[in-house]
């Protein structure tokens, strides 16, 4: 959509993800005149997509609930698994404004929280570590309260939902699991499918947003209230200065949008930069991203042009996750991310030797670390999630659904490969016979025992709480005996980049000697993670995402910045 040459707002943002839109719902709250622009013709970016946790410590939500923490603890915490990449400035700015931005976004929008209370962090052994409290998800949203602005609101992704319905991480992830062992659970999974069905039937998508979606809709009608100027389809190709300072934007029609008090970049990072991830990525051509298709480095080179710098020197430069490829009967290709699976009980991840190669059910992120530690350059990065059709029944793998979803279509498709013997899968795979039937004689032993004397799998409340309560006894072990066998093959992916444009606490870019550009903000995946390349916790991508881009709002809405 075009705008008329000459527009003048206070602020305007660039990328309507979760950084861009926090960042414009702030500055209008506050009285700023604010224009939230978008490449894509809907806006939430990959945001839309994602499971939707917010990684906050200290927050309200959680203090209602009577979790109360030292403020000493989360900087433990960090301090912990970042050791020397521990950057104060930025952490701390987190850590002293994420409480903050839940309590105003409770406060003044239309955006509410409910509390990840039983959700630990992922490296329960280090100090500091919480066992429940720190993030945060948007409630369930009824999209009808977006009217016909409902047409602006980018659709979930369909591998991770059930024909298009949103299922959230906890009791409702839960019921569906159950629904054939529990009449309450399957009472609960029953109303919710037919109340989509009926959705479908009358307004050809889902209307019970959850997740991400259900964050991104929240934010987009608070941001519709707040006076927001919303505009998708929008292209941006280059920053105005007048001097140093940051002034607008032209786009690429040519038209010049002004920006009296300063710019925010939230456009998605660089997962679908090809010669920016070149650069950086390791094994790259592996990497399969699960981000939206207009997250191009657009941020970057804008920021670049006005003389910011990026910053590279993180451990990671992305978020990965191990993903499976899907191919549908219409065609479509697309990844899936393998977040819940890995962890249950019965299931192990292999080499093509046959052997493990870490604790699968730390988090995704540590995952493909590890393979990409185990296997050589030269070889082929894949990996295979290995289980037992009772495990396949009882929880899924991948994309195949649990019990009562069919699940043949998929071995017919290719996605799936079974066997009624371990050393036939491993064949049908392309691993090693032997080595496979010794890792699985060694993991049934141990899970009789309840102890993976390999990886130590189950020992911290992250582990535990993945697994299965009914389980014993270790909630994360169980042996594979029931054929048939099945495995899914797994590579590198990616939710989306760490490394990005250099800011400090206050989100503003800084060039390469440090000193801020005056006038433009960077959040969201255009920032460098403040976590520097590390995964502390579930929710630490949109956790700063929100939390810097209210930082930002808030200064843009106070007038023109340093």
């Known amino acids: 959509m075009r705008s008329a040459d000459g527009e ?17 719902v702030t500055a209008a709250a506050g009285g700023a005149r604010v224009a939230l622009l978008e490449r894509a013709e809907v806006v939430g970016g990959t945001t839309a997509w994602s499971g939707g946790w917010i990684w906050a410590p200290r927050n309200p939500v959680a203090q209602r609930a ?29 850590l002293d404004a994420a409480p903050e931005m839940v309590a105003f976004f409770e406060a003044n929008t239309a955006l509410t929280f409910d509390g990840g209370l039983k959700i630990p962090d992922t490296y329960g052994h280090q100090p500091g570590a919480g066992t429940g409290g720190r993030s945060v998800i948007a409630q369930p949203y009824d999209a009808r309260g977006l009217g016909a602005d409902l047409r602006l609101l980018r659709l979930p992704v ?5 024909w298009g319905m949103t299922i959230q991480a906890g009791e409702d992830l839960k019921a569906f699991m159950t ?8 009472a609960h999974a029953t109303r919710r499918v037919l109340r989509h069905l009926r959705d479908l039937a009358l307004h050809g998508r889902g209307m019970e947003l959850r997740n991400g979606n259900a964050l991104v809709a929240r934010l987009l009608r608070s941001a519709l209230d707040a006076g927001v100027t919303i505009r998708t389809g929008v292209e941006a190709a280059a920053l105005e200065r007048a001097g140093d300072r940051v002034t607008g934007v032209r786009l690429a029609d040519g038209t010049v949008i002004a920006a009296a008090r300063g710019v925010v970049l939230a456009c998605g990072g660089y ?41 590279t020197d993180l451990a990671q430069p992305a978020a990965f996750c191990p993903v499976s490829i899907v191919r549908w009967a219409d065609g479509r290709v697309a990844p899936f991310p393998h977040i819940i699976d890995r962890g249950k009980p019965g299931v192990i991840g292999v080499l093509a030797s046959g052997a493990r190669f870490c604790n699968e059910g730390l988090g995704y992120h540590d995952y493909v670390e590890a393979m990409l530690r185990a296997i050589p350059e030269g070889q082929p990065a894949v990996s295979w999630l290995v289980c037992d059709h009772r495990f396949l029944r009882r929880f899924g793998l991948g994309v195949v659904r649990p019990a009562p979803v069919p699940w043949q279509g998929w071995r017919r498709r290719g996605y799936l490969v079974t066997a009624r013997t371990i050393p036939a899968l491993a064949r049908a795979c392309g ?39 009914e389980q014993a006894p270790n909630p994360t072990m169980a042996p594979l005996l029931k054929p048939p066998f099945h495995a899914v093959q797994v590579v590198p992916g990616s939710f989306g980049t760490f490394a990005g444009i250099s800011v400090d606490g206050q989100a503003r870019a800084l060039d390469a000697a440090g000193r801020p550009v005056p006038g433009l903000f960077a959040v969201g ?7 520097r390349g590390f995964y502390p916790a579930g929710g630490i991508n949109l956790g700063p995402a929100m939390t810097f881009g209210f930082v930002a709002g808030r200064a843009l809405s106070q007038g023109p910045t340093p």
């Open 179 to 186: 629904m054939t062992r529990s009449a309450r659970s399957f």
């Open 431 to 469: 691993i090693d016979p032997a080595g496979l039937e010794a890792t699985v004689r060694r993991w049934n032993a141990d899970a009789a025992t309840g102890d993976d004397t390999a990886f130590h799998r189950g020992t911290s409340p992250y582990m535990r709480l993945q697994g299965d309560p």
């Open 8 to 24: 003048s707002f206070d602020v305007v943002v660039l990328g309507a993800g979760a950084g861009g839109l926090a960042a414009a």
């Open 525 to 531: 995946s255009d920032s460098a993670s403040p976590f």
């Open 66 to 94: 009577g979790i109360h923490e030292d403020p000493q603890a989360p900087r433990d915490y960090l301090r912990g698994v970042l050791g020397n990449r521990y950057l104060p400035e930025r952490a701390e700015a987190f």
């Open 271 to 311: 997962p679908r930069d090809a010669a920016r991830r070149a650069g950086s990525f390791p094994r790259d051509a592996e990497n399969r991203t699960l981000a939206v298709e207009t997250a191009r480095g657009d941020g970057l080179r804008l920021a670049e042009g006005a003389g910011a710098a990026i910053d």
């Open 158 to 162: 369909r591998e991770t939902t059930f």
